[in-house]
């Protein structure tokens, strides 16, 4: 069940354009300068990006959830200092002012990854991730089926079921 704040979220989205070759929404390639925790980055523009269709563990704002700290650093191997390509759905922002967007770094997609190694569970939050949803679930089903990442670490804890 998704929390009333992120429903309050979706509907409160800021929509985003497109202008011929690229998006409104911001950059297509940026590098990442600060890793937040395991589905948000900073990009050395300062603006941050929110991972679409991933709920990582969380390990901000007091939290320290199971798996969230190897949500955090897995996120951070993979992009930290690195320039990753940018690809928006149909909402620019979520209610923080954070770009929504699949990321990828060197030919690899992590909100994908993240899925499919149990380091996030899939949130869908329409109309964002709507051609995808189906595909994340799958990739958190095996993740589940096969006791990946936090499927194994984290039985009974799992808060983003």
Known sequence: ?????????????????????GSTCGPSE??????IDGDTVELDSGERVRYLLVNAPETTNGHNDCFGSNAAQ???????????????DSQCTDVYGRL???????????????????????LYIPP??????????????EAKAGGKGLWSACIGMVTCE
């Open 1 to 21: 069940m998704i929390p009333q704040l992120l429903i309050a979220a979706a509907l409160t989205l800021t929509a985003c354009g497109t202008d011929g070759g």
């Open 30 to 35: 940026a590098v990442v300068a600060r890793v």
């Open 74 to 88: 897995f996120n951070s191997d993979l992009v930290l200092g690195k320039t990753v390509q940018l690809t928006y």
């Open 100 to 122: 929504l967007a699949y990321v990828e770094v060197g030919g690899q997609e992590v909100n994908t990854l993240e899925v499919q190694r149990g380091y996030a569970c899939v």
């Open 128 to 141: 964002d991730g709507k051609a995808r949803h189906t595909e994340f679930e799958q990739y958190e089903a």
